[in-house]
């Protein structure tokens, strides 16, 4: 009779261990399925601008399709080509498709990158990435 006990204790514990183990949901870190964002920037994406004099420099994100009921989080960043260290960054939480932005610090005569990122608030696999290059007289 003992070993009943045992046996009825040990498939009780293995059954418990085994639900304990599933995969849970939600959190936004799970499977989460929106349809991709459509943007479009000025300057656009891939380009490389002529170089400009001036100590600003505007860039407008569109979010022409697709943006997520919660938002979407902009984060801009600016860098020389040559370094990982950024003159410039800024970060929006947005529900709104269009948004600027205004680039300041850019070094006289160096080439710069400016990174962007669009990631949606509901989920953080719908996320877009895209440069342009740019420089200042």
Not at 25 to 39: P, R
Not at 62 to 73: D, E, F, K, M, Y
Not at 78 to 100: I, L
Request: proline residues 5%.
């Amino acid at each position: 009779m003992k070993r009943v006990y045992v046996s009825v204790l040990t498939a009780m514990i293995f059954l418990a261990s085994i639900a304990a183990c599933q995969k849970g949901g939600g959190g936004g870190n799970g499977d989460c399925s929106e349809t991709a964002m459509t943007i479009t920037t000025s300057p656009a994406i891939n380009s490389t601008e002529a170089p400009s004099a001036g100590e600003t420099f505007p860039l407008t994100v569109n979010i022409s399709a697709n943006l997520p009921n919660a938002g979407a989080t902009i984060a801009v960043k600016a860098r020389p080509e040559s370094s990982q260290t950024a003159f410039y960054t800024e970060t929006k939480t947005t529900t709104a498709a269009v948004n600027s932005f205004t680039i300041t610090g850019t070094p006289v005569g160096t080439p710069c990158v400016v990174e962007i990122t669009v990631t949606s608030k509901s989920c953080a696999k719908n996320t877009f990435s895209g440069l342009y290059r740019y420089s200042r007289k």
